[in-house]
């Protein structure tokens, strides 16, 4: 079952997309932060979705925005939140697979899904090929190394081995 305490801030939200096209995630942190090849996680009520940055797209509310230099007009405070509010960076996503995380840990809820499973009325969560989106907002965030290990395993685990690193 995937580990909660290694979770890494949220960096956008879900803004759109689908399963052949991608799926777009709105920054709400700097650009600078998040490199083409990253692995995403993206929450959706009990399932995680798990994809690749594909491309970083800049975008603005108005295109007159982007085109003026405001901070060169206006004073600073100004320019920043005006840029804030207008100009934006969205991420493509490549979904690529999902993995059930059942309901919240430590609710009532949890405890019988995870009673089920240990019981053997339900199968142990495992990634699948993704089939589904998340909705609109569904927040995303960067993998942290124990998402990574979730997925293609532990090098301390007998039998896995390194192949190669990210450049994350």
Not at 80 to 93: A, D, I, S
Not at 126 to 139: G, Q, S
Request: proline share 10%; no cysteine.
């Amino acid at each position: 079952m995937p580990d909660q305490s290694t979770h890494t801030p949220a960096i956008g939200y879900v803004v759109g997309g689908g399963l052949k096209e991608n799926l777009n995630v709105r920054l709400t942190v700097p650009s600078q932060e998040v490199q083409e090849g990253g692995f995403v996680i993206i929450e959706s009520g009990d399932w995680q979705f798990y994809g690749l940055v594909t491309d970083l797209q800049l975008g603005a509310t108005d295109p007159r925005f982007a085109d003026e230099q405001s901070e060169n007009r206006l004073p600073p405070e100004l320019a920043r939140l005006l840029h804030g509010q207008t100009l934006y960076t969205n991420l493509e996503v490549l979904p690529a697979l999902m993995l059930e995380r059942g309901p919240e840990p430590g609710s009532p809820e949890y405890a019988r899904w995870a009673g089920e499973i240990e019981v053997g009325l339900r199968e142990p969560p495992r990634p699948l090929p993704v089939k589904t989106i998340p909705p609109h907002h569904a927040p995303a965030r960067l993998a942290a190394a124990g998402d990574i290990a979730e997925i293609f395993g532990s090098q301390e685990k007998s039998g896995n081995f390194i192949i190669g690193y990210t450049r994350e």
